[in-house]
């Protein structure tokens, strides 16, 4: 168990639809990190948050937004769905000090997987 | 193209010795992982090694780095069913958000 809580597990939801994803990091991390992992693009960076700021951004469509709450849980926002939206999305926290991991460890939760229809 | 490359599969008989090859492109990586995706789960830091170093052993685990070649190889020692999983190379660079760059992984397929 790596101590970062996702939910839901599972959700399968139409196009053009919006969902939240939630996800709790690991008790003490300041930084949350969301990832996409797809078959054809592997694991993908999408956003960084660092005690409530967004602190760095990779690959994130603007149908997608995060935020980092006061508590430091986290919700992935996906709106306007798509087909290709269907994947495996993993949040991860980190121990960094500075807004970056110590040693790059990252602690990843067990994922939500969306299924689009 | 992509900053991370691994192959796709990898197949070994138990008891063999399995090696998982990633190459990077970033010369100023700072830290480079393995970590390990089994079933159902999340990505589990196995082990990482520091861009000055050349080798790092961690009980079954052989980490090699040739930094000329930007080439990271993991050795699994006495390759047990266990661990089947997919297993991902990743990297941070230096004077950026240390955020890591994964490969896609390589699935480790171990069979009796």
């Known amino acids: 168990d790596s101590g970062v809580t996702q939910t839901p597990k599972h959700l399968i939801t139409a196009t053009g639809q919006r969902v939240t994803l939630r996800c709790s990091p690991r008790s003490g991390d300041l930084s949350v990190y969301w990832y996409q992992q797809s078959l054809d693009q592997g694991l993908q960076f999408l956003i960084q948050?660092?005690?409530?700021?967004?602190?760095a951004k990779g690959n994130i469509l603007e149908r997608f937004s995060a935020q980092q709450f006061p508590d430091l849980h986290s919700e992935l926002n996906l709106s306007s769905l798509e087909l290709g939206d269907s994947a495996l999305y993993f949040c991860?926290?980190?121990?960094?000090?500075?807004?970056?991991?110590?040693?790059?460890?990252?602690?990843f939760g067990e994922g939500s997987r969306l299924t689009v229809l | 193209g992509e900053d991370v490359e691994q192959s796709l599969f990898l197949s070994v008989r138990e008891g063999d010795s399995s090696v998982i090859n990633c190459t990077y492109t970033d010369s100023s990586s700072t830290y480079l992982y393995w970590y390990k995706q089994e079933p159902g789960a999340g990505l589990q830091l196995l082990t990482y090694?520091?861009?000055?170093?050349d080798m790092k052993q961690d009980q079954r685990l052989t980490v090699l780095l040739n930094k000329k070649d930007k080439h990271l190889s993991l050795r699994i020692a006495d390759t047990q069913t266990g661990d089947s999983a997919i297993y991902f190379c990743a990297e941070t660079a230096s004077g950026g958000s240390y955020i890591p760059t994964f490969g896609r992984g390589t699935s480790l397929i171990v069979h009796p």
């Open positions: 948050y660092y005690n409530g700021e967004e602190r």
């Open positions: 991860a926290s980190s121990a960094g000090t500075s807004g970056g991991p110590n040693t790059g460890e990252l602690f």
């Open positions: 090694i520091f861009s000055n170093m």
